[in-house]
Protein backbone atom coordinates (compact mmCIF):
# COMPACT_ATOMS: atom_id res chain seq x y z
CA UNK A 1 0.00 0.00 0.00
CA UNK A 2 2.40 2.66 1.05
CA UNK A 3 4.70 1.35 -1.79
CA UNK A 4 5.23 4.52 -3.91
CA UNK A 5 5.99 6.21 -0.39
CA UNK A 6 8.32 4.03 0.56
CA UNK A 7 9.60 4.68 -3.32
CA UNK A 8 8.97 8.52 -2.61
CA UNK A 9 11.32 8.84 0.82
CA UNK A 10 14.24 6.79 -0.64
CA UNK A 11 14.46 9.44 -3.52
CA UNK A 12 14.71 12.05 -1.00
CA UNK A 13 17.15 10.32 1.02
CA UNK A 14 19.16 9.71 -2.40
CA UNK A 15 18.23 14.00 -2.92
CA UNK A 16 19.99 14.85 0.48
CA UNK A 17 23.46 15.75 -0.64
CA UNK A 18 22.40 18.04 -3.23
CA UNK A 19 19.52 19.44 -0.94
CA UNK A 20 22.59 20.17 1.69
CA UNK A 21 24.98 21.70 -0.50
CA UNK A 22 21.91 23.65 -2.27
CA UNK A 23 21.07 25.33 1.75
CA UNK A 24 24.75 25.74 2.46
CA UNK A 25 25.48 27.58 -0.80
CA UNK A 26 22.46 29.72 0.24
CA UNK A 27 23.31 30.18 3.89
CA UNK A 28 26.76 29.88 4.29
CA UNK A 29 26.75 27.36 6.98
CA UNK A 30 26.21 24.09 8.11
CA UNK A 31 23.92 24.57 10.93
CA UNK A 32 21.35 27.10 9.22
CA UNK A 33 21.99 24.38 6.02
CA UNK A 34 20.71 21.19 7.74
CA UNK A 35 17.79 23.13 9.31
CA UNK A 36 16.93 24.25 6.06
CA UNK A 37 16.97 20.92 4.58
CA UNK A 38 15.11 19.73 7.65
CA UNK A 39 12.48 21.78 7.20
CA UNK A 40 12.11 21.81 3.87
CA UNK A 41 11.62 17.23 3.78
CA UNK A 42 9.04 18.46 6.55
CA UNK A 43 7.08 20.87 4.43
CA UNK A 44 7.42 18.54 1.78
CA UNK A 45 5.90 15.53 3.06
CA UNK A 46 3.26 17.40 5.06
CA UNK A 47 2.22 18.62 1.64
CA UNK A 48 3.16 15.91 -0.75
CA UNK A 49 -0.24 16.17 -2.34
CA UNK A 50 0.56 18.74 -3.77
CA UNK A 51 3.22 17.04 -5.94
CA UNK A 52 2.50 15.91 -9.15
CA UNK A 53 3.18 12.70 -9.74
CA UNK A 54 5.22 12.18 -12.60
CA UNK A 55 6.79 15.65 -12.44
CA UNK A 56 10.49 15.75 -10.57
CA UNK A 57 10.63 15.18 -6.95
CA UNK A 58 13.98 17.40 -7.46
CA UNK A 59 12.27 20.16 -8.90
CA UNK A 60 9.66 20.79 -6.62
CA UNK A 61 12.08 19.96 -3.35
CA UNK A 62 14.61 22.68 -4.56
CA UNK A 63 11.42 25.02 -4.72
CA UNK A 64 10.54 24.32 -1.24
CA UNK A 65 13.57 25.15 -0.14
CA UNK A 66 14.15 28.38 -2.15
CA UNK A 67 10.84 29.37 -0.72
CA UNK A 68 11.75 28.60 2.96
CA UNK A 69 14.70 30.07 2.45
CA UNK A 70 13.50 33.21 1.18
CA UNK A 71 10.83 33.44 3.97
CA UNK A 72 13.70 33.52 6.24
CA UNK A 73 15.39 36.24 4.95
CA UNK A 74 12.63 38.31 4.77
CA UNK A 75 12.06 37.21 8.40
CA UNK A 76 15.33 38.38 9.39
CA UNK A 77 14.52 41.88 7.84
CA UNK A 78 11.80 41.86 9.15
CA UNK A 79 13.52 41.95 12.19
CA UNK A 80 16.65 44.27 11.16
CA UNK A 81 19.16 41.05 11.48
CA UNK A 82 22.00 41.20 8.82
CA UNK A 83 20.75 39.39 5.84
CA UNK A 84 23.39 39.93 2.97
CA UNK A 85 26.98 40.38 3.61
CA UNK A 86 29.57 37.61 4.08
CA UNK A 87 27.86 35.15 5.43
CA UNK A 88 29.20 32.66 8.46
CA UNK A 89 32.12 30.29 7.67
CA UNK A 90 32.29 29.10 10.82
CA UNK A 91 32.78 25.25 9.77
CA UNK A 92 34.62 23.42 6.90
CA UNK A 93 33.02 20.26 4.73
CA UNK A 94 36.47 18.65 5.50
CA UNK A 95 38.34 17.74 8.53
CA UNK A 96 41.50 16.57 8.03
CA UNK A 97 45.19 16.74 6.24
CA UNK A 98 46.50 19.38 4.37
CA UNK A 99 43.59 18.85 1.49
CA UNK A 100 41.21 19.52 3.89
CA UNK A 101 42.42 22.56 4.65
CA UNK A 102 42.48 23.49 1.28
CA UNK A 103 39.42 22.55 0.58
CA UNK A 104 38.54 24.41 3.50
CA UNK A 105 40.26 27.62 2.46
CA UNK A 106 38.24 26.72 -0.62
CA UNK A 107 34.96 26.37 0.66
CA UNK A 108 35.16 29.43 3.07
CA UNK A 109 36.49 31.95 0.17
CA UNK A 110 33.74 30.36 -2.16
CA UNK A 111 31.13 30.88 0.75
CA UNK A 112 32.08 34.49 1.47
CA UNK A 113 31.96 35.06 -2.34
CA UNK A 114 28.19 33.68 -2.63
CA UNK A 115 27.52 35.72 0.60
CA UNK A 116 28.13 38.75 -1.03
CA UNK A 117 25.66 38.60 -3.90
CA UNK A 118 22.50 39.17 -3.22
CA UNK A 119 19.62 36.28 -2.56
CA UNK A 120 18.48 36.02 -6.08
CA UNK A 121 21.73 36.10 -7.96
CA UNK A 122 22.66 33.02 -5.09
CA UNK A 123 20.04 30.88 -6.27
CA UNK A 124 20.78 31.22 -9.53
CA UNK A 125 24.33 30.15 -9.15
CA UNK A 126 23.71 27.29 -6.82
CA UNK A 127 21.47 25.90 -8.82
CA UNK A 128 23.09 25.84 -12.23
CA UNK A 129 27.02 26.61 -11.47
CA UNK A 130 27.11 24.00 -8.64
CA UNK A 131 24.06 21.71 -8.87
CA UNK A 132 24.60 21.97 -12.82
CA UNK A 133 20.92 22.11 -13.70
CA UNK A 134 19.64 23.15 -16.88
CA UNK A 135 18.39 27.00 -17.55
CA UNK A 136 15.39 25.15 -17.49
CA UNK A 137 15.04 23.28 -14.84
CA UNK A 138 16.92 26.33 -12.61
CA UNK A 139 14.08 29.12 -14.17
CA UNK A 140 11.16 26.97 -13.20
CA UNK A 141 12.68 25.90 -9.61
CA UNK A 142 12.99 29.64 -9.16
CA UNK A 143 9.30 30.64 -10.58
CA UNK A 144 11.46 32.84 -13.48
CA UNK A 145 11.91 33.38 -17.13
CA UNK A 146 14.90 31.76 -18.59
CA UNK A 147 16.15 35.11 -19.31
CA UNK A 148 15.96 36.64 -16.04
CA UNK A 149 17.37 33.88 -14.94
CA UNK A 150 20.79 33.98 -17.43
CA UNK A 151 20.71 37.87 -16.90
CA UNK A 152 21.04 36.94 -12.53
CA UNK A 153 23.71 34.75 -13.38
CA UNK A 154 25.57 36.76 -15.90
CA UNK A 155 25.86 39.43 -13.14
CA UNK A 156 26.66 37.03 -10.35
CA UNK A 157 29.80 35.44 -12.93
CA UNK A 158 31.18 38.76 -12.72
CA UNK A 159 30.83 39.16 -9.63
CA UNK A 160 31.76 35.90 -8.57
CA UNK A 161 35.56 36.32 -11.08
CA UNK A 162 36.39 39.38 -9.16
CA UNK A 163 35.76 38.12 -5.80
CA UNK A 164 37.74 35.05 -6.48
CA UNK A 165 40.22 35.94 -9.25
CA UNK A 166 40.90 39.60 -8.31
CA UNK A 167 39.24 40.74 -12.13
CA UNK A 168 36.70 40.12 -14.06
CA UNK A 169 37.64 39.40 -17.56
CA UNK A 170 35.58 40.97 -20.36
CA UNK A 171 34.00 39.45 -23.10
CA UNK B 1 30.35 36.24 -36.34
CA UNK B 2 30.75 37.59 -33.06
CA UNK B 3 28.81 35.48 -30.41
CA UNK B 4 27.52 37.47 -27.92
CA UNK B 5 27.85 36.91 -23.37
CA UNK B 6 25.23 35.34 -23.77
CA UNK B 7 25.89 32.68 -26.09
CA UNK B 8 29.42 32.77 -24.46
CA UNK B 9 27.46 31.72 -21.15
CA UNK B 10 25.49 29.08 -22.65
CA UNK B 11 28.49 27.73 -23.65
CA UNK B 12 30.49 27.08 -21.28
CA UNK B 13 26.85 25.79 -19.16
CA UNK B 14 26.40 23.34 -22.15
CA UNK B 15 23.01 24.91 -23.19
CA UNK B 16 23.78 25.28 -26.88
CA UNK B 17 23.38 22.67 -29.43
CA UNK B 18 26.50 21.06 -30.70
CA UNK B 19 26.30 22.84 -33.64
CA UNK B 20 26.94 25.83 -31.92
CA UNK B 21 28.92 24.08 -29.60
CA UNK B 22 31.65 23.53 -32.29
CA UNK B 23 31.23 26.87 -33.78
CA UNK B 24 32.03 28.95 -30.71
CA UNK B 25 34.76 26.96 -30.40
CA UNK B 26 35.88 27.75 -33.48
CA UNK B 27 35.63 31.60 -32.61
CA UNK B 28 37.56 30.89 -29.42
CA UNK B 29 40.48 29.35 -31.12
CA UNK B 30 40.74 32.71 -33.13
CA UNK B 31 40.09 34.99 -29.94
CA UNK B 32 41.98 34.96 -27.28
CA UNK B 33 40.44 37.39 -25.47
CA UNK B 34 36.67 35.38 -25.76
CA UNK B 35 38.91 32.64 -24.72
CA UNK B 36 39.93 34.04 -21.28
CA UNK B 37 36.72 35.01 -20.36
CA UNK B 38 35.37 31.35 -21.25
CA UNK B 39 38.64 29.95 -19.47
CA UNK B 40 38.26 32.15 -16.39
CA UNK B 41 34.06 31.08 -16.28
CA UNK B 42 34.88 27.50 -16.92
CA UNK B 43 37.82 27.71 -13.57
CA UNK B 44 35.55 29.57 -11.65
CA UNK B 45 32.28 26.46 -12.06
CA UNK B 46 34.91 24.12 -11.28
CA UNK B 47 36.35 25.73 -8.09
CA UNK B 48 32.64 25.97 -7.03
CA UNK B 49 32.01 22.22 -7.74
CA UNK B 50 35.40 21.44 -5.38
CA UNK B 51 34.41 23.85 -2.70
CA UNK B 52 31.37 21.65 -2.24
CA UNK B 53 32.29 18.18 -3.04
CA UNK B 54 33.52 16.88 0.32
CA UNK B 55 29.92 17.78 1.42
CA UNK B 56 28.58 15.51 -1.17
CA UNK B 57 30.88 12.68 -0.50
CA UNK B 58 30.01 12.87 3.44
CA UNK B 59 26.91 10.37 4.35
CA UNK B 60 23.63 13.19 5.44
CA UNK B 61 23.41 13.90 8.97
CA UNK B 62 20.81 10.96 11.03
CA UNK B 63 18.61 13.36 12.00
CA UNK B 64 17.66 14.52 8.06
CA UNK B 65 17.49 10.50 6.96
CA UNK B 66 15.13 10.45 10.00
CA UNK B 67 12.79 13.50 8.86
CA UNK B 68 12.70 12.13 5.58
CA UNK B 69 11.63 8.50 7.19
CA UNK B 70 9.52 9.50 9.79
CA UNK B 71 8.09 12.99 9.71
CA UNK B 72 4.28 13.52 9.31
CA UNK B 73 2.90 12.80 5.31
CA UNK B 74 0.04 14.89 4.63
CA UNK B 75 -3.19 12.63 5.23
CA UNK B 76 -4.86 14.06 1.91
CA UNK B 77 -2.05 12.40 -0.11
CA UNK B 78 -2.05 9.00 2.15
CA UNK B 79 -6.07 8.85 1.45
CA UNK B 80 -5.48 9.27 -2.32
CA UNK B 81 -2.77 6.54 -2.86
CA UNK B 82 -5.08 4.37 -0.63
CA UNK B 83 -7.81 5.12 -2.65
CA UNK B 84 -5.47 5.07 -6.04
CA UNK B 85 -4.56 1.16 -4.75
CA UNK B 86 -8.31 0.19 -4.10
CA UNK B 87 -9.11 1.55 -7.07
CA UNK B 88 -6.39 -0.54 -9.01
CA UNK B 89 -7.49 -3.58 -7.28
CA UNK B 90 -10.92 -3.14 -8.06
CA UNK B 91 -9.81 -2.31 -11.96
CA UNK B 92 -7.81 -5.84 -11.52
CA UNK B 93 -10.31 -7.76 -9.95
CA UNK B 94 -13.37 -6.35 -11.65
CA UNK B 95 -15.16 -5.65 -8.76
CA UNK B 96 -17.59 -3.14 -8.35
CA UNK B 97 -18.08 -0.10 -6.12
CA UNK B 98 -21.53 0.97 -5.26
CA UNK B 99 -19.65 3.89 -3.31
CA UNK B 100 -16.25 5.35 -2.74
CA UNK B 101 -17.45 7.96 -0.27
CA UNK B 102 -17.60 5.05 2.48
CA UNK B 103 -14.06 3.78 1.35
CA UNK B 104 -12.69 7.72 2.04
CA UNK B 105 -14.30 7.66 5.78
CA UNK B 106 -13.25 4.06 6.26
CA UNK B 107 -9.42 5.36 5.52
CA UNK B 108 -9.77 8.48 7.15
CA UNK B 109 -10.22 6.28 10.16
CA UNK B 110 -7.39 4.24 9.84
CA UNK B 111 -9.60 1.59 8.49
CA UNK B 112 -8.92 0.21 4.94
CA UNK B 113 -12.03 -0.85 2.85
CA UNK B 114 -15.63 -0.84 2.88
CA UNK B 115 -16.62 -2.40 -0.47
CA UNK B 116 -20.47 -3.65 -1.40
CA UNK B 117 -20.41 -6.40 -3.87
CA UNK B 118 -23.21 -6.23 -6.10
CA UNK B 119 -24.33 -9.75 -6.46
CA UNK B 120 -27.46 -9.10 -4.15
CA UNK B 121 -26.03 -11.66 -1.49
CA UNK B 122 -26.52 -9.89 2.13
CA UNK B 123 -24.28 -11.47 4.44
CA UNK B 124 -24.99 -10.83 8.42
CA UNK B 125 -24.07 -7.19 7.95
CA UNK B 126 -25.34 -4.08 8.98
CA UNK B 127 -24.49 0.18 8.20
CA UNK B 128 -24.42 2.17 11.52
CA UNK B 129 -25.21 5.89 11.60
CA UNK B 130 -21.36 6.06 11.95
CA UNK B 131 -20.53 5.06 8.68
CA UNK B 132 -19.24 1.87 10.02
CA UNK B 133 -20.18 -1.55 8.99
CA UNK B 134 -20.73 -4.36 11.59
CA UNK B 135 -20.98 -7.96 11.53
CA UNK B 136 -24.47 -9.63 13.00
CA UNK B 137 -25.88 -12.87 13.56
CA UNK B 138 -24.13 -16.44 12.23
CA UNK B 139 -21.14 -13.78 10.85
CA UNK B 140 -20.61 -11.89 13.95
CA UNK B 141 -21.32 -15.31 15.82
CA UNK B 142 -18.38 -17.12 13.78
CA UNK B 143 -15.93 -14.44 14.26
CA UNK B 144 -16.41 -14.46 17.56
CA UNK B 145 -16.20 -18.35 17.87
CA UNK B 146 -14.52 -20.03 15.43
CA UNK B 147 -11.56 -21.42 15.38
CA UNK B 148 -9.95 -21.70 11.62
CA UNK B 149 -7.43 -24.56 12.99
CA UNK B 150 -10.61 -26.43 14.07
CA UNK B 151 -11.46 -26.92 10.34
CA UNK B 152 -14.37 -25.27 8.57
CA UNK B 153 -17.47 -25.38 9.21
CA UNK B 154 -19.55 -27.83 6.41
CA UNK B 155 -22.09 -24.56 5.66
CA UNK B 156 -21.88 -20.78 6.82
CA UNK B 157 -19.54 -18.20 7.29
CA UNK B 158 -15.79 -19.08 7.86
CA UNK B 159 -12.78 -18.17 9.16
CA UNK B 160 -9.67 -17.65 7.23
CA UNK B 161 -6.75 -15.83 9.05
CA UNK B 162 -6.94 -13.95 12.58
CA UNK B 163 -4.21 -11.14 12.97
CA UNK B 164 -3.45 -8.36 15.19
CA UNK B 165 -3.69 -4.90 13.38
CA UNK B 166 -1.77 -2.02 13.73
CA UNK B 167 -3.96 0.04 15.80
CA UNK B 168 -3.65 -3.36 18.28
CA UNK B 169 -6.78 -4.91 17.73
CA UNK B 170 -7.26 -8.41 16.78
CA UNK B 171 -8.72 -8.98 13.06
CA UNK B 172 -9.97 -12.07 11.24
CA UNK B 173 -10.80 -12.49 7.45
CA UNK B 174 -14.42 -14.41 6.74
CA UNK B 175 -16.19 -15.56 4.16
CA UNK B 176 -19.62 -15.98 3.83
CA UNK B 177 -20.68 -18.68 0.96
CA UNK B 178 -23.32 -18.20 -1.31
CA UNK B 179 -24.47 -20.31 -4.62
CA UNK B 180 -23.88 -17.39 -7.31
CA UNK B 181 -21.41 -15.28 -5.18
CA UNK B 182 -19.66 -15.31 -1.83
CA UNK B 183 -18.80 -12.52 -0.03
CA UNK B 184 -14.83 -12.28 1.59
CA UNK B 185 -13.63 -9.65 3.88
CA UNK B 186 -12.09 -8.42 6.54
CA UNK B 187 -13.41 -7.40 10.14
CA UNK B 188 -11.62 -6.02 13.50
CA UNK B 189 -12.59 -6.11 17.11
CA UNK B 190 -13.38 -2.87 18.53
CA UNK B 191 -15.19 -2.98 21.96
CA UNK B 192 -18.32 -5.07 21.46
CA UNK B 193 -18.20 -4.91 17.62
CA UNK B 194 -16.46 -6.41 14.33
CA UNK B 195 -16.04 -3.58 12.44
CA UNK B 196 -15.74 -4.64 8.86
CA UNK B 197 -12.60 -3.10 7.20
CA UNK B 198 -12.60 -4.77 3.47
CA UNK B 199 -15.46 -6.40 1.88
CA UNK B 200 -15.35 -8.13 -1.74
CA UNK B 201 -17.09 -10.79 -3.95
CA UNK B 202 -15.69 -13.91 -4.83
CA UNK B 203 -16.83 -16.75 -7.44
CA UNK B 204 -20.03 -18.32 -5.57
CA UNK B 205 -19.61 -22.01 -4.69
CA UNK B 206 -21.97 -23.32 -7.86
CA UNK B 207 -19.31 -21.81 -9.95
CA UNK B 208 -16.95 -24.04 -8.50
CA UNK B 209 -13.91 -22.18 -8.78
CA UNK B 210 -14.52 -21.23 -4.90
CA UNK B 211 -12.97 -24.34 -2.98
CA UNK B 212 -11.90 -23.10 0.40
CA UNK B 213 -12.22 -20.63 2.84
CA UNK B 214 -8.86 -18.34 3.46
CA UNK B 215 -7.13 -20.42 0.76
CA UNK B 216 -8.44 -18.54 -2.07
CA UNK B 217 -8.73 -14.77 -0.51
CA UNK B 218 -9.94 -12.21 -3.02
CA UNK B 219 -6.90 -9.89 -3.99
CA UNK B 220 -8.72 -7.20 -2.61
CA UNK B 221 -9.10 -8.69 0.53
CA UNK B 222 -5.64 -10.55 0.83
CA UNK B 223 -4.04 -6.97 0.16
CA UNK B 224 -6.35 -5.33 2.76
CA UNK B 225 -5.04 -8.05 5.34
CA UNK B 226 -1.07 -7.95 3.97
CA UNK B 227 -1.80 -4.04 4.46
CA UNK B 228 -3.49 -4.22 8.00
CA UNK B 229 -1.37 -6.90 9.59
CA UNK B 230 1.75 -6.79 11.99
CA UNK B 231 3.41 -9.59 13.56
CA UNK B 232 1.85 -12.27 11.36
CA UNK B 233 -1.23 -14.44 11.22
CA UNK B 234 -2.31 -16.44 14.92
CA UNK B 235 -1.04 -19.63 14.91
CA UNK B 236 -3.75 -22.29 16.41
CA UNK B 237 -2.43 -21.73 19.66
CA UNK B 238 -2.54 -17.86 19.90
CA UNK B 239 -5.87 -17.96 17.61
CA UNK B 240 -7.90 -20.12 20.85
CA UNK B 241 -5.92 -17.95 23.37
CA UNK B 242 -7.48 -14.90 21.35
CA UNK B 243 -11.28 -16.29 21.53
CA UNK B 244 -10.92 -16.87 25.05
CA UNK B 245 -10.22 -13.78 26.51
CA UNK B 246 -13.04 -12.71 23.80
CA UNK B 247 -10.76 -10.98 21.41
CA UNK B 248 -9.75 -8.12 23.93
CA UNK B 249 -6.52 -6.83 23.02
CA UNK B 250 -4.16 -5.65 25.89
Given at each position: MDASLDTIRSQMVALLPRLRRFALSLTGNRADADDLVQDTVERALANLHRWERGTRLDSWMFRIAQNLFIDSVRARKRAR?????PLEVAEGVATDGVRAAESHIAFGDMCRALGELPEDQRSAVALVLIDGMSYRDAAEVLHIPMGTLTSRLARAREALAVRVFGSAKGA | MEPTKDELDAFIDVELSTADMQKIQAVLAQRSDLAAYVNQQTLLRARLSDAFAPLMAEAAPQRLRDAVMSAPVSVRYRIAEQLRAIVDNVRTARFVWRSLVPAAAALACGVLIGVRHEHGVQPDLQTLSSGQTVAEGALADALMNQLASAGAPASGPRIGVSFRNRSGEDCRSFTVPGRRASTAGVACRQGADWVVAALASAPGEAGGAYQRAGAEMPPLVRNAVNAMITGGAFDAATERAARDRGWKSQ
Open positions: AVVSG | -
